[in-house]
């Protein structure tokens, strides 16, 4: 055992304060003493350090915090038994009762030592004095730092010295990992007079004695009892819920601490404690909540309840509740905008702890709630958009049970199917990920499973089934949604949204859904409600030709429209730094990162739950080969030419096993192959993947030029700015996108655009754009032009016709106004300039012809882009290209989707 080296100096320094109290302290040397004091410390140190620190607080003038954090760190090595036998003992009470939080923190930290063996926690039991000191101490304090010490040391002591479930009588899922303590210190908390009526007579708004706390402070203690009350419930329930002491009780109006806690303690015209007590009525709905599962013990009404939810109902705390969920006018207006979160807080638990229990309800209330949610959820995209979604209905939505959703549908008021995935909300896309997931898994360590054969209005199969049915009705009325999940992944700047939209992508992947067997669709007895469809039922929501539906999220993932919207997305690679905000490499915050490393999460769901199913199809093997070659190179991905190769590798293997197993679209009819079918793996068995590498370009750095600065950033937005002006402007000149010009004279084809310039069989529907502008187009008020240029700006002016300003304004019988258009006349006039402009093309050209001798080289060049067959090939192909030919290729064979919708009349004997 070690002496620490600055020992003797701070013993000595501490004895100069003792002496003389107005000496500063010396923190540096306390600082180094702590960090020199180890397990290996000879074990005098702590305790002359701590009768020391005794003896040395009431006297010091400044800040104790030095001293006690000594005292602490001091006493890390010690146990409380260390504790007990130092001379003189230490006083926790007088440590308590200091009016110093660091002299309190420093009493609490040594008793909660106690904490950790039930021997121990036995001996502080045996001083009611000490018991009742601490409960004071973390019902009255203005501090939160003490009060939460205070509460640590308190629940340290009660856990550890947890009975047996056996000896107390009681069976709960906590109480099982009892330590085998004797109990002592539940009894001394609830059962001693002074102790418990503490608990009372603390929180009581009508305990007038003198010395009662100020009303702010009982309120601040009447929170920290309601906690406490929710700890000790799921340990020990019956002792918070059934009387201990009646002569107390009955002095509050109560007849228990729970009852007294959510009846009788708090005001609910103070606002804040009303929502205080509705988060308390929350929390209690946990204890001991069935879920989807049935107890083998029960202490409740029936196995879809519990001794919380029982006290709820019996004491209409519940039922008020969903009056004031169902109707917010029983509330005042300002008061419902501090208690519509914790309202709805309360049926979100309900609904998801209690899911039969809600079932049971009368079914009049149960199309309030989902007419409640339909009407919040029909809301504008803009409020969809711009965060005021509303967050209580979407998470009270994904709560409902999922067999009350597709029963809800029957009646055509589903409300899932409000919920949009365009404009992108995080809260939606949660909502929906939530329940097309299907329910947890159920650990049936303490439970057994609810059965299956239509007893009870829904289990863990039918919610698994009920998921499964909803996300193919949701598929069904937005056809889109995948691409808009897409999309709303690849938007870097609204990074809640991203992950979001990932999330939702795993969510459907790991999906726990259920196929819709007799045991899942059988009814409910005593009621018509709830009864699941049929599968051939349900196939009546596939699309056209699609086959089986999939029964499970992974299948749903490698069929349309999943298939070739998602998977690209997951096989592009991740955005660089670059690209976003310029930076953050490295940077495990940084959004393309998190990103990033969602989409490697999926990709390694995916590929998990492939390997899983790959013996179930043939053709899994080389699908689960290409996920596990893009898996094993990280979130990151390979370079650019790999990710080709991967995703090419994978489409194939995709291709050839979803065909055999009936699920995909597109599918050959009247068992024709399909083209490039004899290049299959099947053909040749023996045949291996070829993996060789393919050969690449070598690598080099790609320069990239500095980011811009503000001043040349604006120069190139003004830049940028004032060519959209020209392009948009009245007088910019187009190319002409007919190749009428190839045959026309030099100078139409200097104006050729050999890019759109070829023509095409449905080019003649399209509209032809001017390439210069027209004057007669535009509307002119002539009489602000000079007189000499009317005739210019209007050719079909005529000068002796009446105008404003210059003639009287009644017209001439017979004669036209010089500013009207005359529309006829001027597409006369057009036919007829544009056949005088056909006849001096073609006398032109003849004359070109007959002069070719005379042509010197660079024209003998010029004019090798004139096909002279040009004309010729036209008569024979029709244009272009035959299009009878071109549709009656046989393209039926594909089947009648959007891919091959048989048109062209190809018959059945057209094949590939």
């Given at each position: 055992m070690a002496v620490p080296a600055s020992y003797d100096e701070v013993k000595a320094?501490?004895?100069?304060?003792?002496?003389?109290?107005?000496?500063?302290?010396?923190?540096?040397?306390?600082?180094?003493?702590?960090?020199?004091?180890t397990e290996s410390t000879d074990r005098r140190v702590p305790g002359a350090l701590l009768t020391l620190i005794s003896q040395l607080l009431p006297v010091l003038q400044e800040d104790p915090t030095p001293i006690t954090t000594l005292g602490v760190k001091a006493t890390t090595y010690f146990s409380f038994t260390d504790l007990r036998s130092l001379e003189p003992p230490i006083d926790f009470?007088?440590?308590?009762?200091?009016?110093?939080?660091?002299?309190?923190?420093?009493?609490?930290?040594?008793?909660?030592?106690?904490?950790?063996?039930?021997?121990?926690?036995?001996?502080?039991?045996?001083?009611?004095?000490?018991?009742?000191?601490?409960?004071?101490?973390?019902?009255?304090?203005?501090?939160?730092?003490?009060?939460?010490?205070?509460?640590?040391?308190?629940?340290?002591l009660l856990e550890i010295d947890l009975a047996s479930p056996l000896e107390n009588e009681t069976h709960t899922h906590e109480a099982e990992d009892s330590t085998g303590g004797q109990g002592l210190f539940w009894r001394r908390v609830f059962t001693d007079k002074d102790v418990y009526g503490r608990l009372f007579s603390l929180c009581s708004l009508t305990n007038d004695e003198p010395g009662a706390l100020s009303k702010r402070e009982r309120t601040v203690a009447q929170g920290r009892l309601m906690g406490f009350l929710v700890k000790a419930g799921n340990l020990r329930w019956d002792l918070i819920s059934s009387s201990q002491i009646p002569e107390i009780e009955t002095k509050y109006d109560s007849s228990s601490i729970l009852h007294f806690a959510a009846c009788r303690m708090v005001d609910k015209s103070d606002v804040l404690m009303h929502m205080t007590l509705l988060n308390f009525f929350r929390d209690l709905l946990e204890i001991e909540a069935p879920g989807l599962r049935a107890r083998v013990y029960v202490q409740s009404a029936s196995t879809f309840s519990s001794p919380a939810l029982d006290f709820l109902i019996s004491h209409d705390l519940h039922l008020s509740v969903l009056e004031f969920y169902l109707d917010e006018t029983k509330l005042d207006p300002v008061d419902l905008r501090y208690l519509h979160g914790p309202i709805m807080a309360y049926i979100t638990q309900y609904a998801e702890s209690y899911p039969n229990n809600l079932l049971q309800n009368p079914s009049s209330l149960l199309d309030k709630i989902i007419s409640r949610v339909s009407g919040s959820l029909a809301i504008s995209s803009h409020q969809w958009a711009h965060g005021q979604a509303p967050?209580?209905?979407?998470?009270?939505?994904?709560?409902?049970?999922?067999?009350?959703?597709?029963?809800?549908a029957k009646h055509g008021v589903n409300p899932l199917l409000a919920v949009p995935t365009s404009p992108p909300c995080k809260e939606a896309l949660d909502a929906l990920a939530k329940i097309f997931h299907g329910p947890r898994k159920l650990d049936m360590s303490d439970s057994m499973e609810l059965n299956t054969s239509g007893q009870t209005p829904t289990d863990w199969h039918k919610e698994a089934a009920a998921a499964r049915i909803l996300y193919f009705m949701y598929l069904n009325d937005h056809p889109n949604f995948w691409t808009d999940i897409v999309a709303a992944a690849d938007i870097l700047a609204m990074k809640d949204v991203s992950l979001a939209a990932i999330s939702f992508m795993k969510a459907v992947i790991t999906a726990n859904w259920q196929v819709l067997s007799g045991e899942v669709i059988s009814p409910v007895p005593d009621t018509s409600r709830y009864q699941l469809p049929s599968e051939e039922a349900l196939g009546t929501l596939s699309p056209a030709a699609q086959g089986l539906l999939p029964s499970s999220g992974v299948w749903a993932i490698l069929t349309p429209p999943a298939l070739t919207i998602l998977l690209p997305y997951l096989f592009k690679p991740p955005r660089s730094y670059a690209e976003f905000v310029g930076g953050g490499a490295g940077d495990t915050q940084n959004i393309v990162w998190k990103v990033a490393t969602a989409k490697y999460e999926v990709l390694v769901a995916l590929y998990n739950h492939l390997k899983e199913k790959g013996d179930q199809v043939t053709g899994f093997e080389d699908i689960v080969r290409t996920l596990r070659q893009r898996v094993s190179e990280g979130p990151w991905g390979p370079l650019a030419q790999t990710t080709a190769r991967v995703e090419t590798k994978l489409w194939t293997s995709i291709r050839s096993a979803v065909r055999p197993a009936n699920m995909s679209r597109f599918g050959a009819k009247k068992g024709r192959k399909l083209p490039g079918a004899e290049f299959s793996w099947e053909a040749d068995p023996g045949g291996e993947a070829d993996t060789a590498p393919t050969p690449l370009f070598p690598k080099y750095n790609v320069p990239r030029a500095r980011p811009l600065n503000p001043r040349e950033q604006k120069q190139v937005d003004l830049y940028r700015t004032l060519r959209e002006r020209f392009y948009d402007g009245p007088y910019y000149s187009v190319l002409q996108s007919t190749s009428i010009t190839a045959r026309k004279d030099e100078a139409t084809r200097a104006h050729f655009d050999p890019f759109h310039g070829m023509p095409t069989y449905s080019g003649k529907y399209q509209k032809q754009k001017r390439d210069r502008p027209e004057l007669k187009g535009r509307p002119y008020v002539m009489k602000f032009f000079p007189r000499h240029l009317w005739?210019?700006?209007?050719?079909?002016?005529?000068?002796?016709?009446?105008?404003?300003?210059?003639?009287?304004?009644?017209?001439?019988?017979?004669?036209?106004?010089?500013?009207?258009?005359?529309?006829?006349?001027?597409?006369?006039?057009?036919?007829?300039?544009?056949?005088?402009?056909?006849?001096?093309?073609?006398?032109?050209?003849?004359?070109?012809?007959?002069?070719?001798?005379?042509?010197?080289?660079?024209?003998?060049?010029?004019?090798?882009?004139?096909?002279?067959?040009?004309?010729?090939?036209?008569?024979?192909?029709?244009?272009?290209?035959?299009?009878?030919q071109y549709f009656d290729a046989g393209d039926d064979e594909y089947g009648d989707d959007g891919f091959a919708d048989g048109g062209g009349g190809g018959g059945d004997e057209d094949t590939y």
């Open positions: 320094h501490l004895q100069h304060i003792l002496d003389d109290p107005s000496t500063p302290l010396d923190i540096s040397l306390i600082d180094k003493l702590k960090l020199e004091l009470i007088a440590g308590f009762k200091a009016p110093s939080p660091p002299v309190n923190l420093l009493a609490l930290t040594l008793l909660s030592k106690a904490g950790g063996i039930p021997s121990d926690a036995a001996i502080v039991a045996g001083d009611p004095e000490l018991v009742a000191s601490l409960v004071e101490v973390w019902l009255t304090t203005t501090s939160t730092a003490v009060a939460q010490a205070a509460f640590d040391a308190l629940w340290a967050t209580g209905q979407l998470e009270i939505l994904a709560s409902l049970p999922r067999v009350l959703l597709v029963e809800a005739k210019t700006i209007q050719p079909n002016f005529n000068p002796s016709a009446a105008m404003d300003g210059y003639v009287a304004h009644a017209p001439r019988i017979g004669v036209k106004r010089g500013f009207e258009d005359d529309e006829e006349e001027e597409e006369i006039e057009e036919t007829k300039r544009r056949k005088g402009a056909d006849e001096d093309e073609d006398a032109e050209r003849r004359e070109q012809e007959e002069e070719a001798d005379i042509l010197d080289a660079d024209e003998d060049q010029e004019e090798e882009i004139i096909d002279s067959d040009f004309e010729d090939d036209e008569d024979e192909m029709g244009g272009d290209y035959n299009a009878e």
